[in-house]
Structures are given as C-alpha cells and as structure tokens.
C-alpha cells in the first residue's frame, strides 16, 4: 500500500524483503502479508489494476487475484496472458454451525417439554424477512464477501468475476439426464415409501435378512448425523436390528460384515447437501459482491472447467477460481504464472456468548469467565513466542488460547505448547479466522487444446 493507505500492485516477496530491509517499508498485516511504503504515494506510482475472481463451494471456497496483459505471440498475433498473483482458499464452518444449531435446538425441545407443555410451540408464528438464509448458509456468503472485501482493500482490484453454477438436483437424484415430464415424476411416482421400499429390499431386513416379520423404517445415515429423508437413505430394517442399530453409523454398525455394509451403500446416492447450498447461495453471493463497488461479472462452472483443463492444472479451488472467466486458450490465450503459495484461511468463530459450559443435556455444568481478555491477549490472537528455555525453546508463531492465569495455550505446527503471557509478542489480533500455508499442486504435463 501507499503512505496514505491506498492499495497498489501486488509485489513479488523478494522485493518485500528489500523494501523492508531498506527501511522504506513497513509491515501493515500479517494474514494476508501486506507492507505499507513510506515514502510514494498512488499518484507516484503506477497502478493498472488487478482482477478479483471467485470460485466459491459448499464446504470451502477460492479466491485468486489476476493480472491480464496483452502480449504479442511468435506468430506475431495479439494473446491475453493471465498471471496469478495472489490465492486464497476458504474454509467454512457451516456444518459446525448447523450442529450447534441443532444442539440448541434440542435444549430448548427438552425445556419446553419438561416445564412448559402446556405452552404451544410458535414455529409459525416468526415471519422472515425477504432473502432470508439458515445461518450456516449465511456464514457461507458473509466469510465469502469479508475474505473479499478484505481483498479489495489491500489490492487495486477493478473487476471482480464469480462462477454461478446452478445444480440440477433432480437429475442428480435420478443418476441421469432428465427431459420434459420426466421431471414431474420422482422416484415415488405411482407407489409410496414403503411399498417402494419392500420392492426394493424384497420385502426383507436389510441388515439381516429377516423377512415375514414386521419391518421398520430405518434411515441408513442417521437424522442426528446429518442424513436426510430421500429416499435413498432409506431402508427397510427389523425391530431388533432397528433398535440395535439406533443412531450410530452404518459403518459402525456393520463395521464386522463388510459385504452388507458394501451392498448397502452401494445402494446409497450422492447426498445432495452440498448441491442445495449452492443453489440457496449462490444469488445472494453475486448480490453482497456487488456491493463492493466493482463491476460483477459472472460465469458457468464449464467455461471454468474448460479453462482448467486447457491449461493442464488440477482440480482445486483456488486452480478454479484462477480459471474463471473469459479465456480464449484457442487464440493462443493462456494462464502463464501460477502463486506457489496458497494462503488457508478458516472460519473459526470469534468465541461463545454462553456464559455457561453445559452437559450433554443442557444443563449448566461450568461457569465460563466473563472477561475474554486477559494480560492483553484474547483467544485468537496471532503473536510470536520466544521461549528461553526448557523443552520448547526458540521461537514460535501461532495463535493463542488465552487462560486467566497467564500461562496461554499456543497453537504451532509442532502442537499445542504452553507459554507465558511475558513471553508473548502481538502481531495480529484475532478476526476470527485462523491461517497457514500450502503449496499449490504443480501444473500437469498434459495440456488439452480445444
């Protein structure tokens, strides 16, 4: 950035370092690493813009700052080249988020049910308001528009590009391409549930065989683990077998015959979980993006995947969210630079507003401290330890856990070790997030043109 704050053109790390070695830099943040010049501002400089694109997912998303520049081929004819300066992978947390969703739910069903039956539920009577999202898909699109803004306060970006994938769910459900009516008809057209399923398992348990006895249904992914009610997962089961089973896992429960467990779920579909977050989120996305201030341009997943594989990368978000957008690689255009160093950035939460720890049956079991402060330090902070002596000494970078006592808990590549709190340097306060680093998969020797 300038003197005066204004973002400029990314740098490569090795002119970071002599910038701040030469004293004309200093740093401004750690994650993502960014330095501040002291002595130009944007007038004096040179600024042509970079381009923010997006590759967002269900379970993580990528993020890559480009650069397009026109260049002159052997053939004397006129290319765009793509580099990727910069790349940030995402990782949310909304499965945690809908469990403890759920886990709060539950608490609430026991207390109403113990102290308060007379009292009717009120699940009716809360209105929601226009472009309403669960939380866990919420928190999808909020750490998506944060990471980006983020972004675009610290690089000059002019376009901002999104791949907009829609999914088509039904015809994922049925295995195959759909056409016309077809998709009026699901599995269940003309029977039920559970003539469907005694015509599938012939009228038998499917975890025993048992047959000529009365048969329940049983969800093979339990609704406590996040199953669903398709019916995929559903199967025909015996009283014994049923409660036997409960709500452990398939895989634990026939953990010691390995041939049933292969029968049955190979009869099990794809979850279509991950596709129905996508679809839920992906306008409302588009929609908070463009209240950057950027132009909005959006994509189809195949024009990225048509990218991807022309240019010979693997298949990881921050490769997708490289190769999103317009790329003639037919005319000679091409992804020349990729970032070896791909910044993990994950969503984890800026703590509790409980004040109490409870058990697993919601009942107050600990008080939790009221202060989240202590000695200057809150959990989450990015600090730097120097430790004197004893098994840990030498330096070490991570974030904290903070306990009242001083003696904080940090968290490195080595695992959790415990420093003092005099010891301790702030580099960065916690924003909810935690860092690291990868490397970016290198590129494929086979290139596909056309």
């Given at each position: ?47 042509d813009?970079?381009q ?46 809908h ?36 939380p ?16 675009c ?29 077809e ?92 596709a ?51 790329l ?68 070490w ?54």
């Open positions: 950035m300038s003197k005066d704050g204004t973002p400029l053109m990314p740098c490569h790390p090795a002119r970071a370092r002599e910038l701040l070695s030469k004293g004309r830099a200093v740093v401004a943040r750690q994650m993502p690493f960014t330095i501040r010049l002291k002595d130009r501002t944007r007038a004096e400089s040179e600024v813009g970079v923010l694109r997006v590759d967002p997912g269900s379970q993580g998303t990528g993020l890559s700052l480009t650069d397009e520049k026109k260049e002159i081929d052997q053939q004397g004819v006129v290319v765009t080249v793509r580099r990727g300066l910069v790349a940030v992978e995402l990782q949310h947390r909304g499965n945690q988020i469990k403890a969703m759920q886990q709060r739910a539950g608490y609430r069903h026991r207390r109403r049910s113990a102290n308060l039956r007379h009292r009717a539920p009120r699940f009716h009577n809360r209105p929601r308001r226009t472009g309403w999202l669960p866990s898909l919420r928190h999808r699109v909020d750490t998506t528009f944060s990471q980006a803004a983020r972004l306060r610290y690089a000059p970006v002019t376009e901002i590009h999104v791949e907009h994938v829609a999914f088509d769910t039904h015809a994922m459900s049925a295995g195959r391409p759909l056409t016309a009516i998709y009026q008809q699901g599995t269940l057209a003309g029977t039920e549930t559970r003539a469907y399923l005694h015509a599938q398992w012939n009228s038998a348990c499917a975890y025993c065989d048992a047959s000529g006895i009365p048969l329940n249904i049983d969800h093979v992914r339990p609704r406590s683990r996040g199953g669903s009610n398709r019916i995929s997962n559903l199967v025909l089961a015996c009283v014994p077998c049923n409660q036997a089973k409960g709500n452990t896992s398939v895989e634990a429960f026939l953990t010691h015959r390995p041939e049933r467990l292969a029968k049955i779920l190979q009869r099990l579909s794809t979850p279509l979980r991950d129905a977050t996508m679809n839920a989120t992906r306008w409302q996305l588009v929609e908070a993006l463009s209240d950057l201030g950027n132009p909005v341009h959006t994509w189809s997943g195949g024009r990225t995947k048509w990218n991807r594989d022309a240019m010979g990368l693997e298949k990881t978000h921050t490769l997708d969210a490289l190769s999103v957008g317009r003639d690689h037919e005319s000679g255009d091409a992804i020349v630079r990729l970032p070896g160093q791909v910044l993990v950035v994950k969503a984890t939460g800026r703590g509790s507003y409980a004040r109490t720890t409870p058990d697993r049956f919601g009942f107050p079991r600990l008080r939790r401290a009221r202060a989240k402060q202590h000695f200057g330090y809150v959990t989450g902070d990015l600090v730097r330890a120097t430790v004197p002596t004893g098994k840990w000494a030498g330096t970078t991570g974030r904290i856990s903070v306990r009242a006592r001083g003696q904080h808990s940090l968290h490195t590549s080595a695992g959790r070790i415990n420093v003092s709190h005099t010891n301790l340097r702030l580099l960065q306060r916690g924003d909810g997030y935690g860092y690291s680093s990868r490397s970016e998969p290198a590129r494929s020797t086979s290139r596909k043109i056309g």
